[in-house]
């Protein structure tokens, strides 16, 4: 497989630290409210990567943060007359919701940034001694950025060039404009944790970089996130890391591009803002995954009703496909010798195109050609094995996409659906001598009756 690098620049091999293993962290939310249709981008992307790579037969170490304090959170549960902790807790719930609605499986580990104030402590006490860091008599601790002699290397700029325009606030003690704080001080209505500088409460850019070395290690292979993280937040995770442990932090940076909502940019101001809660009102979440993988992850997509309209047709031909594979008639005779090289010539096109830095496009084209062939398929008879065979590669490969998993909703002739409701009406009259006639009719036409608690159901034989 070959992975954009945002580090280099180029596409690299994927050679993982650890034979058959992959360490993988993305940034997670800042639980203060529901995530908009921007954040679902990195989170659909890269449950993508690590469920391709675990179809691939990797095992995958998957971590994904909660940030369970910041300003937003602080400000918003002193509006709300809650505490930081119970909006975290909520709002963790409300993720969960939203992302299985998205098909978005469960990391390995979500840590949550409360949860690892001594990890955190412990790696600022490190960079203090080893010079990369000060306290100030407020109780603030900085990052020193002229300390790191690689700083700037994932954005690709100079110290010097980034200086302009860096300044320090009235309420700051840092001693360079670049610095940036990994431990803040105790302020009145703020949470607060007791540390060697007094209480105080972590900095966003040293929650991850804690977080991350905690459960994958000082050196991992993979960091994902989108491109507004690059800088200062991923920038910053290097710099602390690589100056505490004196490895390297990371071997691939993946970012994905931005979203804009009919080719404007997303905010609040204009009105364009949307969170995934909201759009489950009006589509199906299903869509809404098959729209973020329907292009190049680095690339900007543009969200529409227009284009969410045609997902959902393009999504309901895939279903299509899978449903007529139910109604394919059965013949035993049937030379099926040449199926098993088709399915393969599928995975492997399939495989070429999310090998080729996760091209997820071109692998929903892959899925498209193979809907088409199946309508054909399954207008001849074929044997019970190659009807199978066919079911499990497409669930494979749509699978892949955490496409089409939803469970067929059978369809039964409008005389069997009547047939039904009058035998429901016998038992209701107790004429058990009809209804009893009744399934015998419907046995003949080839569906069963099973008395459920929610009342009678079809079921074809």
């Known amino acids: 497989m ?3 690098n945002t580090m280099s620049r180029k596409k690299e091999p994927l050679i993982p630290i650890k034979e058959g293993e992959i360490s993988m962290y993305v940034c997670g939310p800042t639980v203060y409210d529901y995530f908009h249709i921007g954040n679902a981008r990195p989170f659909v992307v890269f449950d993508t990567m690590r469920r391709y790579l675990e179809y691939r037969g990797y095992k995958v170490k998957y971590v994904q943060n909660f940030t369970d304090i ?7 549960a002193n509006r709300e007359g809650t505490t930081v902790k119970e909006l975290g807790d909520r709002f963790i719930k409300e993720y969960y919701q939203d992302a299985d609605a998205l098909g978005i499986e469960r990391a390995t580990v979500n840590p949550r940034a409360t949860e690892h104030i001594g990890d955190i402590i412990k790696l ?3 960079l203090i001694e080893k010079g990369h860091a000060y306290a100030t008599e407020n109780g603030d601790v900085y990052f020193s950025v002229r300390s790191d002699p ?45 540390s060697p500088w007094g209480k105080g409460r972590p900095g966003w850019h040293v929650e991850c970089s804690a977080m991350s070395m905690k459960y ?26 690589e100056c505490a442990t004196g490895k390297p932090f990371v071997h691939y940076w993946m970012h994905n591009g931005y979203i804009n909502i009919n080719n404007q940019k997303m905010s609040k101001s204009l009105g364009n803002f949307f ?6 009102k009006e589509y199906d979440l299903e869509a809404v995954r098959m729209f973020l993988l329907s292009a190049n992850y680095r690339n900007p997509v543009n969200f529409s009703r227009e284009l969410m309209e045609q997902t959902v047709t393009s999504l309901n031909r895939l279903y299509t496909a899978r449903d007529r594979l139910y109604d394919t008639p059965v013949d035993e005779t049937v030379d099926d010798s040449a199926v098993a090289g088709e399915l393969d010539s599928f995975r492997n096109r399939f495989n070429e195109a999310m090998d080729d830095d996760l091209n997820t496009a071109d692998a929903l084209g892959v899925l498209f050609d193979f809907a088409r062939r199946i309508n054909i398929f399954a207008t001849n008879a074929h044997t019970k094995a190659a009807i199978e065979a066919v079911k499990a590669c497409y669930a494979e490969l749509n699978g892949v996409l955490g496409l089409v998993v939803k469970e ?9 659906l009547a047939l039904l409701e009058q035998r429901k009406e016998a038992k209701q009259n107790r004429d058990f001598a009809a209804a009893d ?23 074809k034989l």
């Open 216 to 241: 994958l290690g000082e050196t991992f292979d993979i960091h994902g996130g989108g491109m507004d993280l690059i800088f200062p937040h991923h920038e910053n995770e290097i710099a602390q890391s």
């Open 2 to 4: 070959q992975i954009y």
């Open 437 to 459: 006639a009744i399934r015998d009719r419907l046995k003949a036409m080839g569906f069963a009756v099973e008395d459920t608690r929610d009342g009678a159901k079809l079921k």
């Open 70 to 76: 910041d300003d937003k959170m602080i400000n918003r």
């Open 275 to 280: 969170t995934v809660r909201d759009i489950a």
């Open 150 to 194: 690689g700083y700037g290397k994932l954005k690709g700029q100079d110290v010097d060039d980034m200086e302009n325009g860096a300044r320090i606030s009235p309420t700051e003690q840092k001693r360079d404009p670049l610095d940036f704080a990994l431990w803040k001080g105790e302020k009145p209505g703020e949470p607060s944790w007791p």
């Open 408 to 416: 067929r909703k059978e369809t039964f002739p409008e005389e069997a």
């Open 124 to 126: 600022v006490k490190k």
